[in-house]
């Protein structure tokens, strides 16, 4: 580093040489009270190192690199509060998941002990074809909303670093069971979208143009394996010494009596749109296609209330414009980012996504339940899902397919 006063040239008076200043970048130090502060120093995109698959300094990981749950990081930042809302997000690698997320943290630098924003992609991870994201990423705002951010699904980056040379997976995703890596990435983003379908009130759905429908595709696995994984409030403290077998039946029970499981409110955010994509034709048929392709699923339900069990929404029907999902569609990010004709600019459709998630009405968790018993239900319920016999009997069926190798 560069000294500070001193031209560089050998002292030729014998006197010691002045004391230099080194200046160091601050990184995310860990106070003994467990607070994060970030340094006021420079810093930014291209500070960002090719990173292991280690959780960074400071990370919050719910979800370690061996698949395992984890809550002794998070827990301290939680309360007793039983006034908050849970917003995850799932989607591919680089579409904006973590940009989206920090909007909705609004990140206040002047605010004591508030974490630091979620880490963006930046230049040099994505020439380097690595996600950013690990696991679940977790923050908590002044207002009381749960961030999840999550890695990327359906990840090349992400398999590359669970396969071992014969194939298989070096991660267990079912208990007791070694599957191929293909595989198990598959049952990997099944079981983040199930859980996040769970123990969230909001989730957000991220894909990249219009034409993608993988993320949809995902969502119908999801909305078909999820059946006997309860919400957070259903476990209350006489059932966590309970076996994950009697669990279920007493959940199923319940399900049975009520007519319905619990889900979390999707809304379908397609980013990167080109300027051609932002035609009033083209965005109704994509909420059309959207309508139609969740029609038959646990997703088309009134907005905050129930559907009469049995019955689905018409177009005729009151309910039918509140059951359907909500759509946004966000340009390309441009560097001078100036409205267009065809549509707004990039960062004022980002903060109409935020203004809509944070208005929107959501189901509400069976029971009351505070922030710190959701988070330690969650630990249960992933527990709960790693043993879920549905998921297990749907890997059986994938394994018989030809579609993996064994």
Not at 42 to 51: A, F, H, L, M, Q
Not at 249 to 271: C, L, N
Not at 279 to 286: F, G, K, N, V
Request: charged share 20%; aromatic share 8%; hydrophobic share 35%.
């Amino acid at each position: 580093m560069a000294g500070f006063g001193g031209s560089g040239s050998s002292n030729q008076s014998g006197a010691p040489p002045p004391p230099k200043i080194l200046l160091a970048k601050p990184g995310l130090v860990t106070t003994a009270a467990g607070k994060y502060i970030r340094g006021t120093g420079g810093g930014g995109e291209d500070d960002s190192v090719s990173r292991s698959r280690l959780p960074p300094i400071g990370s919050l990981n719910l979800l370690s690199d061996s698949w395992e749950f984890n809550t002794d990081r998070f827990l301290p930042f939680l309360t007793d509060n039983t006034d908050f809302t849970v917003v995850g997000i799932i989607g591919h690698s680089g579409v904006g998941k973590s940009t989206i997320m920090n909007e909705l943290y609004g990140f206040d630098g002047s605010s004591p002990g508030m974490l630091p924003p979620m880490a963006v992609q930046s230049e040099e991870t994505r020439a380097m074809a690595r996600h950013c994201t690990i696991g679940i990423e977790p923050r908590i705002s002044a207002g009381r909303l749960i961030l999840l951010d999550t890695q990327p699904v359906f990840s090349p980056s992400v398999l590359a670093e669970m396969i071992r040379p014969d194939g298989s997976s070096t991660i267990s995703v079912l208990s007791g069971e070694t599957l191929s890596a293909e595989l198990a990435h598959e049952l990997m983003c099944i079981q983040l979208g199930v859980f996040l379908t769970s123990v969230c009130h909001i989730l957000l759905v991220v894909s990249e143009g219009v034409h993608d429908s993988s993320l949809w595709r995902l969502m119908l696995n999801v909305d078909l394996l999820k059946h006997g994984i309860p919400d957070p409030s259903s476990l209350m403290p006489s059932h966590l010494q309970s076996s994950g077998l009697g669990l279920e039946k007493e959940t199923k029970d319940k399900i049975q009596e009520s007519g319905e499981e619990y889900m979390a409110a999707p809304v379908f955010i397609h980013t990167k749109l080109r300027d051609e994509d932002f035609s009033p034709r083209i965005h109704m048929q994509t909420r059309k296609a959207l309508s139609q392709y969740f029609s038959f699923s646990s997703f088309m339900r009134p907005k905050g209330g129930k559907m009469p069990k049995g019955r689905l929404p018409s177009n005729q029907s009151k309910d039918f414009n509140s059951a359907q999902p909500d759509l946004f569609l966000i340009p390309v990010k441009t560097k001078d980012d100036y409205p267009r004709a065809q549509h707004e600019s990039y960062i004022s459709l980002l903060w109409k996504v935020r203004d809509q998630v944070l208005s929107m009405s959501h189901p509400s968790f069976a029971r009351t339940v505070s922030e710190r018993d959701w988070l330690r239900n969650s630990a249960k319920i992933w527990e709960l899902l790693k043993n879920s016999p549905i998921i297990a009997e749907y890997c059986k069926t994938l394994q018989t397919s030809g579609m993996f190798r064994r």
